[in-house]
């Protein structure tokens, strides 16, 4: 029983080497490109994650003080216009805080709460004064700011277009070049991401000198939408 398995087994790994190998050879004439798209859009909206920090010498002091500022930033961003599902709480903590380094200690110095929140605004002409109001209600810190568009998957469909129409380009000037003609698609693979947003430095420019020091203090720059897609073609 052993013996035949021990001949059994390479007889299976020579047929798998064979057929790969085989596969291989059969392959038709080909030529392979890789075609590239790219859209770029200015952004239409802006996620700001920002956080409410307290500290208070007692837990429940300090549980209720970030209750109330993180409750008092909500209703604000909703008088704002800002829509209940573009505000999410993120990261909740609250913990005793010991300064000095005496060994065993039981009473904190403090106890300090933590909130963050992210927000989704629409109104990008609105983002400072939202801003400024959201400090004024309670939020003391802001952990970063980023920019999307809300289509993203029309831009995608469009980049990915472009990258076909790219990769069919290429395709049938090097074949043309060279006396053949392109067939059908033989093996096709894709691959499209978000460049995040990309500065526009002359309307930056341009807008640093329409505002004065009281004008807007962020500027979206574009999205860029990139596709990559990697196209095998038969030769005719």
Do not use: C, W
Request: no cysteine; aromatic share 8%; net charge neutral.
């Amino acid at each position: 029983m052993n013996r035949t398995r021990f001949f059994i087994l390479p007889l299976l790994l020579f047929l798998i080497a064979f057929s790969s190998q085989a596969q291989q050879q059969l392959m038709p004439p080909h030529v392979r490109v890789t075609g590239v798209g790219e859209v770029k859009v200015p952004p239409t909206e802006v996620v700001v994650n920002l956080g409410v920090e307290t500290r208070e010498k007692t837990l429940d002091a300090a549980r209720r003080a970030s209750d109330k500022a993180a409750a008092s930033i909500i209703n604000y961003l909703k008088k704002q216009g800002v829509d209940a599902k573009d505000i999410q709480t993120s990261y909740v903590t609250l913990q005793p805080v010991y300064n000095g380094g005496e060994y065993g200690r039981t009473t904190p110095d403090f106890y300090l709460a933590q909130k963050s929140m992210t927000v989704v605004l629409k109104k990008l002409n609105k983002y400072d004064e939202i801003l400024a109001g959201l400090y004024e209600v309670g939020a003391n810190r802001v952990d970063g700011v980023r920019f999307q568009v809300a289509d993203l998957e029309k831009y995608k469909a469009e980049a990915r277009q472009r990258a076909v129409a790219d990769a069919m380009q290429k395709a049938t000037s090097l074949t043309s070049e060279l006396g053949a003609k392109v067939g059908r698609v033989y093996s096709i693979n894709e691959n499209t991401y978000n460049d995040g947003p990309r500065p526009m430095y002359k309307t930056a420019m341009m807008e640093s000198a329409a505002y004065d020091a009281n004008g807007p203090t962020i500027a979206g720059g574009e999205v860029v939408i990139s596709s990559n897609v990697d196209v095998v073609f038969v030769i005719e």
